[in-house]
């Protein structure tokens, strides 16, 4: 890998001698390098040239073609590798989904996996709502009963799993179970998978119940007890007011 790094080094060296630097050949082998940079693991600099091919074809090309399109998607691939890198990857994925649906129509092929793409990387930053909402936005493109539909229902019982939602996990987990089994049968390893999700997320569900309702058992016992220091008091003071009443009266007297 680092020979064919330095033959594209030395290609883009006399590129740059023969047609300058706008030029689309200078931004395919930007695009070259960033990929074996990736695959060597050189992650910055695998964006730093990616970044030039994206600004080359951006010039070259416009910012609505598919080169442009395709290189947000592998900077996006790029800053989730890279430490902190999470908030790059969400703009360089919204771009994405941007463009895709502008040059491509609303309902592409390939818009499904951007979605889910776009919801992993809010989901490892922790915005779990987003994710949530992207998820459920893919889970309607996706057409129904099939395995696209599947996994966004599997996402999203993640999603809510993470937010403390179990019921509403519960619920997709289930659905994802059903579809899965359909398609792929029992023994396949994503239903066993949904499986023991379900038993894990109905025994989280019982935990919070048996919660609420201990919850519930003690407001109960607090109010009884406020009630009853309340009587108690009421009682005191009717008490106190009858002695003080009576001892008027003898005083007149």
């Known amino acids: 890998s680092f020979f064919l790094i330095m033959l594209i080094i030395y290609f883009a060296v006399f590129l740059y001698q023969a047609v300058g630097v706008m030029h689309e050949y200078v931004a395919i082998a ?19 040239y990616e970044q030039r091919a994206l600004c080359l074809y951006e010039r070259l090309k416009g910012f609505d073609c598919y080169q442009v399109i395709h290189s947000h998607n592998f900077l996006a691939t790029l800053h989730m590798k890279e430490k902190n890198g999470e908030k790059k990857a969400a703009k360089h994925m919204v771009r994405h989904l941007y463009l895709q649906r502008m040059a491509c129509g609303q309902y592409h092929s390939d818009m499904n996996n951007s979605l889910i793409k776009l919801g992993s990387i809010y989901q490892s930053v922790g915005r779990l709502d987003q994710a949530a909402k992207t998820y459920s936005y893919a889970l309607v493109k996706s057409l129904p009963n099939t395995i696209d539909a599947a996994t966004c229902y599997h996402l999203l019982a993640k999603a809510y799993h993470l937010s403390k939602r179990h019921k509403e996990a519960l619920a997709h987990v289930r659905e994802a179970y059903k579809i899965y089994k359909n398609i792929l049968t029992a023994k396949n390893h994503h239903t066993q998978q949904c499986a ?6 109905t025994m989280l569900c019982v ?47």
Do not use: P, W
């Open 207 to 253: 935990q919070e119940q048996q919660l609420i309702a201990r919850k519930r058992e003690g407001q109960q016992q607090f109010q009884m007890a406020t009630r009853e220091k309340t009587d108690v008091l009421k009682k005191q003071s009717s008490k106190k007011k009858k002695k003080k009443k009576k001892t008027k009266t003898k005083a007149k007297k």
């Open 30 to 48: 930007c695009s070259l390098l960033a990929q074996c940079y990736h695959a060597g693991n050189n992650i910055t600099q695998a964006i730093l």
């Open 196 to 201: 023991i999700q379900m038993k894990h997320f």
